[in-house]
């Protein structure tokens, strides 16, 4: 079962301009002119945007509205957050949502969230991994009252406020020879107000160490703001961390290992691909999915156990931009299932029975009303469907997935292989007629008069006349245009047609029908005369023909109604179009290399006959 968890937005999204100043990010008054526009980057969904803004901010009483630095000359603060919301559209659009947000959107990295009391027990390393990897940390101190934020405690320590992480080192002080302890140094961005427990800069613990291993860990006494304390020390004291983990092009320094980063763009369908959580077996598999291939294991692994480390992150996009519209944040997740060795490089999309009868290999701990969810694994080399979702389905969106890891790493989208079994129309069987075929010739022939051939509205006529004796069908009959499209698929000379089937063409078309019938019937189990869009996916796999998730997206917007589902008559219609216009590629693709080059004129008679 699938958890679903809403997590309350932070009051303001202020805490992360404060990291801005670890960034150097400083614009002031001496650097603009009341003329001039400057230019900021920012990480927007997998690429990097300038947003050009002037130096026209808001005031009130000639103060500052929003942001401001302590300094009167000092703007960059201000500049900053205008530009942050002319990216989002307005600034009422940046109230509310999490620090992390900003964090991600000022460096382009993917961030990490830990409650001290659920860290895992590797934490430390994790933490010293992503330092030498340049990410950014931040930890803070929750304050149960919120009138008593950035109060004071008798440790030094203030709650409700922001600190850095700026090292984690090891020392071996002269009493304790076979032991290391762990240490963490932090910053107050106040430049105060620091630690005074064990470890802080005037503390004994320090005259146990010698000069060699001060030197090391760069102690000074001195008012900065920045401190060091013991590991365990940290970790009863804070009660969550940040890390904002860094990818390859925000990173200019050669020495600092990299992530290897892979990025997937996706979107969730309605009707088509938006299938909801595993709570809806019947819609899941119908989701993107992403193919992880993890291919080499970490260099120091844990406890001697092989595996491979990676972080998983899903965010959803452009919520925030569209709050005005009534946009809210989804609640998303995802899910990760490894691939069966005898599957290792095939490209299907996973069908349904798959996780049926398959259970996650991992997951995210709880579906979250988060721009993003982010969790860290690790897993055996080998290959893995990673199944993004929102937790109900029918929820539309647009979405991007990134896996950081420590060694190589590759991830695709899954998309099926575009093909069709059976393009060309076979030929009628010489067996002998059955007691529908006979009725068929009859009605052909009263109709069809002398030249034995018949045209849309008269083959319309003949099907209908039949096909309403399918009380299990609940179908009014096949409208005019869908027998066009029949007569286009069945006419023998196609480009250069009559607009006319004979006997011979009939009985092809009539031998299709059938077989798509009972595809229809087989899906339309409970007689409501339609199957809905997600089963539509797997009727259009049983009649012969392979699509992507773009395909089947226009499927369900051209064939569906509003309610998401699909009758008879569009059902057949849906089938003849595309049964015509993989046998027109046939007839254009002379080579067989999967690609085509057509005139206007051959287009325009391509499309418009068929």
């Not at 102690?219 to 983990?245: L, P, R, V």
């Not at 599957?343 to 979250?368: E, T, W």
Request: aromatic share 10%; with cysteine.
């Amino acid at each position: 079962m699938s958890k679903k968890r809403n997590y309350p937005d932070e009051s303001h999204l202020i805490w992360a301009f404060k990291v801005c100043r670890c960034l150097r990010i400083l614009l002031t008054l001496d650097h603009i002119d009341s003329a001039s526009s400057s230019a900021l980057q920012f990480w927007r969904y997998g690429d990097w945007v300038d947003v050009v803004i002037d130096d026209r901010i808001p005031t009130f009483n000639n103060q500052l509205v929003f942001t401001k630095s302590a300094e009167r000359n000092e703007f960059w603060s201000a500049l900053l957050e205008k530009a942050y919301a002319k990216l989002h559209g307005s600034y009422e659009a940046l109230k509310g949502g999490n620090t992390t947000e900003a964090m991600e959107d000022f460096t382009g990295g993917v961030t990490e969230f830990y409650e001290m009391k659920e860290a895992p027990k590797e934490l430390y390393k994790i933490m010293k991994k992503a330092l030498e990897r340049g990410s950014l940390m931040g930890c803070s101190i929750d304050s149960l009252v919120p009138a008593r934020f950035e109060t004071r405690t008798v440790t030094g320590l203030v709650k409700g406020h922001a600190y850095s992480v700026t090292a984690v080192e090891e020392c071996r002080p002269s009493q304790h020879k076979d032991a290391k302890v762990r240490l963490v140094r932090l910053r107050n961005p106040w430049g105060q107000v620091e630690w005074n427990g064990p470890w802080s800069d005037n503390s004994k613990e320090w005259a146990t160490l010698s000069k060699a291993e001060k030197e090391k860990l760069q102690h000074q006494s001195a008012e900065d703001g920045e401190f060091w304390m013991s590991f365990e020390d940290f970790k009863k004291n804070y009660t969550k961390i940040e890390i904002c983990n860094l990818t390859p092009d925000a990173l200019e320094d050669d020495k600092i290992h990299k992530w290897t980063v892979s990025v997937n763009e996706g979107r969730w369908v309605r009707g088509c691909s938006a299938g909801g959580c595993r709570n809806y077996p019947d819609t899941f598999w119908t989701n993107p999915q992403y193919r992880l291939r993890l291919l080499e294991e970490d260099d120091d692994p844990e406890d001697n156990e092989v595996g491979c480390t990676f972080v998983v992150a899903l965010m959803q996009k452009n919520r925030r931009k569209e709050r005005k519209m009534g946009a809210n944040l989804f609640t998303i997740g995802f899910a990760i299932y490894e691939v069966p060795k005898e599957m290792h490089g095939n490209k299907q999309h996973m069908q349904k029975d798959f996780f049926l009868f398959s259970s996650s290999k991992a997951r995210c701990k709880s579906y979250i009303n988060l721009r993003e969810v982010t969790q860290r694994f690790r897993l055996s080399p080998g290959e893995y469907v990673i199944v993004p979702s929102t937790y109900e389905p029918h929820q539309e969106g647009e979405f991007i997935l990134r896996v950081f890891s420590e060694k190589r790493n590759t991830s695709e989208e899954i998309e099926n292989r575009i093909e069709a079994d059976h393009p060309v129309p076979a030929p009628a069987s010489a067996g002998e007629e059955s007691e529908e075929d006979q009725q068929f010739r009859t009605i052909f022939q009263e109709i069809a008069g002398d030249d034995m051939e018949i045209t849309a509205n008269e083959l319309k006529n003949v099907l209908n006349r039949v096909i309403t004796k399918h009380k299990d069908l609940n179908t009014e009959g096949f409208s005019l245009e869908s027998c066009r499209s029949m007569i286009a698929l069945m006419d023998v000379s196609f480009m250069d047609g009559t607009g006319r089937l004979n006997l011979q063409e009939f009985r092809h078309l009539w031998n299709k029908i059938k077989q798509w019938q009972g595809i229809f019937k087989h899906y339309n189990a409970d007689q409501s005369g339609s199957i809905n869009s997600y089963e539509m996916r797997n009727a259009v796999n049983d009649a012969g023909f392979r699509l992507n998730n773009q395909l089947y997206d226009i499927i369900t917007m051209r064939y569906a109604n509003e309610n998401m589902n699909i009758d008879f008559d569009s059902f057949i219609s849906c089938l003849v179009r595309l049964e015509a216009m993989f046998r027109a590629f046939q007839a254009f693709d002379q080579d067989g290399d999967g690609t085509i080059r057509l005139s206007v004129l051959e287009w325009l008679q391509l499309t418009m006959y068929a």
